[in-house]
C-alpha cells in the first residue's frame, strides 16, 4: 500500500531540487535559545493525543491547519497540534512514477528502493483460472522480510531522502524537528521527532477499540430458526479436476483441490458500538490455540435488512460472511483438518473466535464447535422477487436450501433468463438484464411496471457440482407502480431501564400485530414500558399522496409487520426474537407513534436486559403485501429502578440497608412470652395503598430464612422452619393489634438478641432479579427498646450527688435523669404530676411517649428499686468510683406520713423510712427522711403527691431517696447501680453516683 505522510514541519519546508541538493529557507542560528520551548510544547500535545486515546476516543479525520495538523474526534471535538513559528505544514508522499512528491509536485527523485532480497517461498495458493478472475485462493504463509524499501529518514537531525540513482540517502539543510501522522491499518501513528533527531511514536485508532465479541446463536442472514453455535459444521468438498463454470463469454474456473468453509455466514455483537470490525481480522481458533483457518470475508454492518458499505453499525451487530479455503493437496488436507478438528478421537476441540487488529487480540470463550463434514447434493429453493423497480439492481433471496446445514457449500452462481419464448419477449420487451457478472438483474424500462420476468439460478458447489439450465431453480421477478422506494425512518436509540407498569390484559389503545401469548394463566400480570411518542412527520413528508392512502389503509387494518434482532448469547435460542417481537405493541394517534413493549413471567420469552435490539415496524400494501415504509428503532434495556425499598417505619428501623431492627409488643401465647413485631413497616413500599393493597410487584418479592435454626415464632404467619422458611410480601399482615402482626419470636431470642439471616429474592414483574447492589440480604432482630438504648441516654444529669449533712439522704426524681430509648424518644420512671396539680401516672407518661408499659416498655408493677421493704434490693449493686464492688447493703425502704411542730422538728412515721409531711406554719411540702442506717444504703421509693390547693399545698413528684449509712465517709462517693428491667426481661444500667456532705 502507498503510504501518506501527512508532516507539520518544525523547521522551514523541504524543499526538493532536481539534481538532488537542498537549500535551507532560513538561517536558525539566531533562534536556538527558544528552540527548546517550542519542541516541548509540541511534546505536550502528543501526550496530550495520548490521554485521549487512554479515555476511549478515536479519530474521524486528519488534515493539515496553518502549519499544523488538526485531528478531529468522534465526539466532534478537535486537537490541534502546532508547528514551530514559521515552519510550512506538509505532506511527503510517494507518487505512482516512484518519485518523491511534496504538496503534490514531483520532486524528480526517485523514491523506490532497490528491491529487497526474496523471502522464502510461502505455501503455494489457489492457481486463479483462466480468463475472468475467479474467487482468490488463500493466502500462503508470507516468507522473511526482504530488505527494507526507503522512507524518509532523519540524519544528524536533518531530513534525508532516499536518491535511487546514487543508492544512498541526501541529507537536506531542513532541521527535522517535525510531526508526522502516517495512515495505517486502523488508524494513524503520529510521531514527533526532535532536533535531536529523538522519537516518540503513538497510534491513535480511526474507530473505537473493540472491548469484547459475543456471538449471536443463530444466524438471520441466512436462516429463519434457530442454528446452534455447539452443532457448526466445517464443511469440505473434493474437487478433483479444474471446473469450468458461468455464462458463455464471462466463464471462471473452479481449480481442483478441496475446499474448506464454515457453514454460515455468523453474527457477531461488538462492544463498544463505535468499533469498527471491519478493520479486525477474524479467526476461529481450536482449544489447542491452532487456527482452524475456517476462512471469513471482511466484517459488513448490520442493519436489518440491509447490510451497509459504510464501516458502522448502529446496533453494534456485524456480519463475518463465510469464505472457501483451498488446499491443493487434497490428502495433506483430510489429514491436516482431522487434527484441527479432533474428529477422530472422540474428543473434538472447542472453539473460540478471535478479532485482531495490531497488537489488540479479543476472543470469545471456548464454547463453539464444529464438526467436520463433507457436502452432498444441495438443493436451493428461491423467493420471488415482489416490489422491483426500474433502474434497480436485486440478487436473488433464498428461501432455503435441502439440506440447509449444506447451504454454505454453494461457491458461486450466476443468473440467467428462462428460456422459454414467452419470457425472453418479456425480457426484451421490459428491458431486463442480467448485470454484475450474472450475480444481479434489473429492469430498464418502464414497461415492465405490473409484468414480470423468470430468471434461472444456476449455482456450482465447493465440490465441483455445477446445477445449471433447466435442472437450476427459477424465480419470478414482478415489479409494481406503487411503493418501489421503501421509506424508512430511524429513530434515536432507546436506552432506559425497563420501568413497566400493570396494564390490563385487554392492551386499550395499543395494537399487537404479531398477537399476544393467549395461554398465559387468566390471573397472570402482564406489565407494559411505553415509549415516548415519536412524530411520524418526517416519514409522510416524503410520501405522495397515493402512497399516504396506502399507508393509511395499511395502518387501520393492521397490516403491519414487528420484527426483531439483536440480543447477545443466550437470547436467541429458541429464536427468541420472534418470540419477542410476540411482545410488542404500537399506537398511531396524531401523526405520532408509541411502542408497547410487555413483560410478563408466564410469557415464553422476555427481553433481556442489557442487550442491544433493533425494531423494526413495517407497514405492507394491503393487496401486494409488500412494504410501504419502516420506522427502525435500535434499543436497550438496563436493569429497573428499584420500586419497592426499605423505609423505617415507627417500630421497623433499618440500622443499614443489611440490618433490620423489630421493636414490637409482648404478646402471651399459651403461657409463654413472644414479641410480636410490625415487620410490614419496613416495607410501606410495598403497598399501592397504606396497608390495604399491593402494589404489583409485590408477590415477587420473597424473603426466606437462610439458616438451618429453627425459632420459637412466626415469620409472615408461618412458623420458623429453618433455611428455606420463605414468604412473599404479599403475606405481609397489617393488624391494629400485636397478635395480628404474624411475626414474632419469644423472648428468650429478644434478650440474646439474636441476630436472624434474611435472603432476599426479588425479580422485577417476575422476569428480572434485582441486583445485589438493589436488594440485599439482611439481618433480622427483635429488639428491645430499653436494650437498644445508647449508655449515654440512660444516665444522671449531675455526675454527681450529695446527700444532707445530718440525715444523709438525697432525693431524685425524673428531672435528675436522661431517659431515652432506642428510638430517641424519652421515658419516665416515676409518676408525675400534671398542671393542674393531679397525679399523672407514669404508665400514661411513657404510653405517650411510645414506651407502653405491659407491652414494650416496663411492667406496670415496675419501681426503679425492687425487692421486699426492709430487705435487699434486688436489682441494684454497689461500686466505688473505680468500679470496685463495695460490701455495703442496700436494703428497700418504706415510705408513709411525717409531723411537723411549732419548732418546725419533723418526725417521721414509725417504722418508716421516709416521711411525706404538710407544714402549716411555713405552708411548705415534701420528703423527710427517718434515722439512717449505720452500716446500709436504705433506697426508698416515693409516689407522687396530688396538690392540696385548698391548703396551698403544691403536687410532690414520684421519686427516690437514697439514703447513706454513717459508716460512709466524705472522701467516699459510692456509684449505685440501678438494673432497669422491660416486658421481655431485657435490662439496662441505670448508675448513680452519691456521696456525703463535708
Given at each position: 500500500m502507498r503510504k501518506k505522510y501527512l508532516s507539520a514541519l518544525l523547521f522551514g519546508a523541504l524543499l526538493v531540487a532536481s539534481t538532488g541538493t537542498f537549500t535551507s529557507c532560513k538561517d536558525y542560528d539566531d533562534d536556538i535559545s527558544n528552540l527548546q520551548t517550542q519542541i516541548n510544547d509540541v511534546k505536550t500535545a502528543i501526550s496530550e493525543l495520548q490521554a485521549k486515546v487512554d479515555g476511549g476516543k478515536y479519530v474521524t479525520d486528519v488534515v493539515k491547519e496553518g502549519d499544523g495538523i488538526k485531528i478531529t474526534w468522534n465526539d466532534n471535538s478537535s486537537s490541534v497540534i502546532e508547528t514551530i513559528k514559521g515552519a510550512d505544514g506538509t505532506i511527503v508522499t510517494i507518487g505512482e512514477n516512484g518519485n518523491w512528491f511534496i504538496d503534490g509536485v514531483d520532486q524528480g527523485i526517485s523514491a523506490k528502493g532497490e528491491k529487497g532480497d526474496k523471502g522464502d517461498k510461502g505455501d503455494q495458493g489457489e492457481q486463479g483460472p483462466a480468463g475472468e478472475q475467479g474467487p482468490a485462493g488463500p493466502q500462503g504463509p508470507q516468507g522473511e522480510a526482504g530488505a527494507?524499501?526507503?522512507d524518509v529518514q532523519i540524519i544528524d537531525g536533518y531530513w534525508a531522502i532516499w536518491d535511487a540513482e546514487k543508492g544512498d540517502y541526501v541529507k537536506t539543510q531542513s532541521?527535522?524537528?517535525?510531526?508526522?501522522?502516517?495512515?495505517?491499518d486502523g488508524g494513524y501513528n503520529f510521531t514527533i521527532t526532535d532536533a535531536n533527531g529523538e522519537q516518540q511514536t503513538i497510534f491513535v485508532p480511526t474507530s473505537a477499540t473493540m472491548g469484547y465479541i459475543d456471538i449471536l446463536d443463530y444466524d438471520q442472514v441466512n436462516y429463519a430458526y434457530p442454528t446452534y453455535l455447539s452443532s457448526m459444521k466445517a464443511l469440505y468438498g473434493i474437487n478433483e479436476k479444474d471446473v469450468t463454470y458461468g455464462p458463455t463469454g464471462s466463464q471462471k474456473t473452479l481449480?481442483?483441490?478441496?475446499?474448506?468453509?464454515?457453514?454460515?455466514?455468523?453474527?457477531?455483537?461488538?462492544?463498544?458500538?463505535?468499533t469498527d470490525a471491519s478493520d479486525y481480522a477474524f479467526n476461529l481458533?481450536?482449544?489447542a490455540n491452532q487456527d482452524t483457518e475456517l476462512k471469513f470475508k471482511e466484517a459488513v454492518p448490520y442493519e436489518g435488512d440491509a447490510l451497509l458499505s459504510r464501516a458502522t453499525s448502529a446496533n453494534g451487530i456485524w456480519v463475518l460472511p463465510h469464505d472457501f479455503t483451498r488446499y491443493e493437496d487434497i490428502e495433506e488436507a483430510r489429514t491436516k483438518n482431522y487434527l484441527l478438528f479432533k474428529e477422530n478421537d472422540n474428543s473434538a476441540y472447542a472453539l473460540s473466535l478471535t478479532a485482531s487488529l495490531n497488537n489488540t487480540t479479543v476472543k470469545t470463550p471456548y464454547d463453539l464447535k464444529a464438526e467436520l463434514k463433507k457436502i452432498g447434493t444441495v438443493n436451493v429453493y428461491l423467493n420471488n422477487l415482489e416490489n422491483c423497480a426500474v433502474n434497480v439492481e436485486y440478487a436473488p433471496s433464498i428461501n432455503w436450501t435441502d439440506p440447509t446445514q449444506d447451504a454454505a457449500a454453494v461457491y458461486d452462481y450466476w443468473l440467467t433468463f428462462e428460456q422459454s419464448a414467452d419470457n425472453l419477449k418479456d425480457v426484451q420487451l421490459y428491458g431486463a438484464e442480467i448485470v454484475n457478472d450474472g450475480h444481479s438483474f434489473r429492469y430498464t424500462r418502464d414497461t415492465g411496471v405490473n409484468n414480470s420476468v423468470r430468471l434461472v439460478y444456476n449455482y456450482i458447489l465447493?465440490?465441483?457440482?455445477?446445477?445449471?439450465?433447466?435442472?437450476?431453480?427459477?424465480?419470478?421477478?414482478?415489479?409494481?407502480?406503487?411503493?418501489?422506494?421503501?421509506?424508512?425512518?430511524?429513530?434515536?436509540?432507546?436506552?432506559?431501564?425497563l420501568d413497566a407498569t400493570l396494564i390490563s390484559k385487554d392492551y386499550p389503545e395499543f395494537t399487537h400485530p404479531n398477537g399476544v401469548w393467549a395461554e398465559i394463566p387468566a390471573d397472570a400480570k402482564v406489565f407494559a414500558l411505553n415509549t415516548e411518542a415519536y412524530s411520524l412527520s418526517d416519514l409522510l413528508t416524503q410520501m405522495s399522496d397515493v402512497e399516504k392512502a396506502v399507508w393509511n389503509s395499511a395502518i387501520e387494518h393492521n397490516s403491519v409487520r414487528v420484527d426483531i434482532i439483536g440480543g447477545e448469547g443466550d437470547n436467541n435460542d429458541d429464536w427468541q426474537n420472534w418470540a419477542n417481537a410476540i411482545n410488542v405493541g404500537y399506537q398511531i394517534k396524531d401523526n405520532a407513534i408509541t411502542f408497547q413493549f410487555l413483560v410478563c413471567k408466564d410469557y415464553d420469552y422476555n427481553f433481556k436486559l442489557n442487550n442491544a435490539y433493533q425494531l423494526t415496524f413495517t407497514a405492507l400494501d394491503e393487496d401486494t403485501q409488500t412494504p410501504v415504509a419502516s420506522i427502525v428503532l435500535p434499543f436497550e434495556f438496563t436493569q429497573p429502578t428499584l420500586d419497592i425499598t426499605r423505609v423505617d417505619g415507627e417500630k421497623a428501623i433499618w440500622v443499614s440497608d443489611t440490618e433490620l431492627k423489630l421493636y414490637g409488643d409482648k404478646v402471651t401465647k399459651d403461657g409463654k412470652?413472644?414479641?410480636?413485631?410490625?415487620?410490614?413497616?419496613?416495607?410501606?413500599?410495598?403497598?399501592?395503598?397504606?396497608?390495604?393493597?399491593?402494589?404489583?410487584?409485590a408477590e415477587y418479592y420473597f424473603l426466606s430464612l437462610k439458616t438451618r435454626n429453627v425459632y420459637d415464632g412466626l415469620f409472615m404467619g408461618t412458623p420458623w422452619g429453618g433455611a428455606g422458611t420463605f414468604a412473599s410480601l404479599e403475606n405481609l399482615d397489617y393488624s391494629a393489634t400485636a397478635e395480628g402482626w404474624a411475626t414474632s419470636i419469644d423472648v428468650e431470642n429478644v434478650q440474646l438478641k439474636t441476630p436472624i439471616a434474611i435472603h432476599a429474592d426479588y425479580k422485577f414483574y417476575g422476569v428480572y432479579p434485582a441486583t445485589e447492589e438493589q436488594v440485599k440480604d439482611f439481618t433480622l432482630q427483635f429488639a428491645s427498646l430499653l436494650g437498644d438504648a445508647k449508655d449515654e441516654d440512660i444516665v444522671t444529669k449531675d455526675p454527681d450527688y450529695t446527700v444532707h449533712n445530718v440525715t444523709?439522704?438525697?432525693?431524685?426524681?425524673?428531672?435528675?435523669?436522661?431517659?431515652?430509648?432506642?428510638?430517641?424518644?424519652?421515658?419516665?420512671?416515676?409518676?408525675?404530676?400534671?398542671?393542674?396539680?393531679t397525679i399523672d401516672n407514669r404508665s400514661d407518661m411513657n404510653r405517650r411517649q411510645g414506651f407502653e408499659e405491659g407491652t414494650e416498655g416496663f411492667e406496670t408493677t415496675f419501681k426503679l428499686a425492687m425487692g421486699t421493704a426492709g430487705q435487699e434490693v434486688t436489682n441494684v449493686t454497689v461500686e466505688d468510683i473505680n468500679g470496685d464492688p463495695l460490701n455495703i447493703n442496700v436494703l428497700l425502704g418504706v415510705a408513709g406520713t411525717a409531723t411537723v411542730d411549732a419548732n418546725g422538728t419533723i418526725t417521721v412515721e414509725a417504722s418508716k423510712n421516709a416521711g411525706y409531711y404538710e407544714n402549716n406554719y411555713t405552708k411548705t411540702n415534701g420528703w423527710a427522711a427517718a434515722t439512717n442506717n449505720s452500716n446500709a444504703i436504705i433506697v426508698t421509693n416515693l409516689p407522687a403527691k396530688q396538690a392540696n390547693k385548698p391548703a396551698g399545698y403544691a403536687a410532690v413528684p414520684g421519686g427516690i431517696m437514697i439514703q447513706l449509712p454513717a459508716n460512709v465517709g466524705t472522701t467516699e462517693p459510692v456509684v449505685l447501680k440501678f438494673e432497669l428491667i422491660d416486658v421481655f426481661g431485657v435490662t439496662k444500667t441505670l448508675s448513680v453516683t452519691v456521696k456525703a456532705a463535708k
Open positions: 527494507d524499501g526507503h532541521l527535522a524537528g517535525s510531526v508526522i501522522a502516517v495512515e495505517t481449480a481442483k483441490g478441496l475446499y474448506m468453509t464454515l457453514d454460515r455466514d455468523l453474527m457477531v455483537v461488538v462492544n463498544p458500538q463505535g481458533m481450536n482449544s465447493m465440490d465441483g457440482t455445477v446445477v445449471q439450465g433447466d435442472k437450476a431453480p427459477q424465480f419470478t421477478a414482478y415489479m409494481h407502480e406503487e411503493m418501489a422506494a421503501e421509506k424508512e425512518l430511524t429513530l434515536n436509540r432507546l436506552n432506559v431501564a412470652d413472644y414479641m410480636y413485631a410490625p415487620l410490614y413497616e419496613a416495607f410501606t413500599t410495598a403497598y399501592e395503598k397504606k396497608y390495604s393493597a399491593f402494589v404489583p410487584n444523709r439522704e438525697v432525693i431524685l426524681d425524673d428531672e435528675d435523669f436522661t431517659l431515652v430509648d432506642a428510638l430517641g424518644d424519652s421515658f419516665y420512671l416515676f409518676d408525675g404530676v400534671k398542671a393542674d396539680g
